[in-house]
C-alpha cells in the first residue's frame, strides 16, 4: 500500500512568490492534516480536514496561506506571497478513524 | 489544552547502552500518547502508541514505554542502542485521537 505522497520534495523561491504543496494521503483516510516543521522543532498544526471540511484551521495564517481538500481525497496548500520566515518543511499526515497519523516525507521549502 | 515537554533536546548514549528519552505531558483528558522516530529528510515514524489499557507498550525496533499517570509521562525506552537508532524523537499528545501536539524533540546520538 503506498503512504502519504508529497510533492514537490523540495522547493527553493524568492520571497514575494507564489509556492503551492500537493499531498495525496492514504486510500481510505479521511482525515488529512498539514502540519509545518521548524528546524529543530516539533511539527504544529496548520490545518485538519474531514473529508473535505476543514474542521481545525485556527493555526493557519489566512492572510497568506490556503488550502483545499475539494474532492476529500488530495490537498493543495499555498502560500502567497511566501516570506523568508515560512522557510520550513511541510509536513501532510493522514488518519483513518481512531488509528495513527501516517506522515509523508515533507516538502522542504526554502525562501530566498 | 494539552502540551508536550521533552527534557533534553540532545541525549548520547553508547552503542549497546540503554536509552531513556523523557516525555511529560499535560492534558485535561484522558491521554492517547504517541512516540515518533523522524531520520533525515524524511517524515515521521510511529514507533508506538498508549490508548487504553495496559500503560506498558511495546513498539518497534525494540523500543517501549511506560504511562504513569501519577507523574505524567511517558519515557521512551530501549535495552540496548544500535547505531541504527541515531534519528529524532518525538512525543506527542492527542485529545482523544483528533488533535495532536508535539514535543520539541530529541535528537538521539549513538556512539560506536
Known amino acids: 500500500e503506498a503512504g502519504v505522497v508529497q510533492s514537490p520534495r523540495y522547493k527553493i523561491i524568492e520571497k514575494k512568490q507564489p509556492v503551492a504543496f500537493w499531498c495525496n494521503p492514504i486510500?481510505?483516510?479521511?482525515?488529512l492534516y498539514w502540519y509545518l516543521q521548524n528546524l529543530g522543532q516539533g511539527p504544529e498544526l496548520l490545518i485538519r480536514?474531514?473529508?473535505?471540511?476543514?474542521?481545525?484551521d485556527s493555526q493557519l495564517p489566512k492572510d497568506r496561506f490556503s488550502a483545499e481538500r475539494l474532492k476529500g481525497v488530495d490537498s493543495t496548500l499555498k502560500i502567497q506571497p511566501a516570506e523568508l520566515g515560512d522557510s520550513a518543511v511541510y509536513l501532510c499526515?493522514?488518519?483513518?478513524?481512531?488509528?495513527?497519523?501516517?506522515f509523508g516525507p515533507g516538502t522542504r521549502l526554502t525562501v530566498l | 489544552a494539552q502540551s508536550v515537554t521533552q527534557l533534553g533536546s540532545h541525549v548520547s548514549v553508547s552503542e549497546g547502552a540503554l536509552v531513556l528519552l523523557r516525555c511529560n505531558y499535560s492534558s485535561s483528558v484522558p491521554p492517547y500518547l504517541f512516540w515518533y522516530v523522524q531520520y533525515p529528510n524524511q517524515g515521521l515514524q510511529l514507533l508506538l502508541k498508549y490508548t487504553t489499557g495496559a500503560t506498558l507498550v511495546k513498539g518497534i525496533n525494540g523500543f517501549e514505554a511506560e504511562f504513569k499517570k501519577s507523574e505524567t509521562s511517558f519515557h521512551l525506552t530501549k535495552p540496548s542502542a544500535h547505531m541504527s537508532d541515531a534519528a529524532e524523537y518525538f512525543c506527542a499528545v492527542s485529545d482523544l485521537g483528533n488533535q495532536f501536539y508535539f514535543g520539541t524533540g530529541t535528537s538521539l546520538t549513538v556512539i560506536p
Open positions: 480536514y474531514e473529508n473535505e471540511e476543514a474542521v481545525d
Open positions: 486510500s481510505g483516510h479521511n482525515t
Open positions: 499526515a493522514s488518519r483513518q478513524g481512531d488509528n495513527e497519523q501516517f
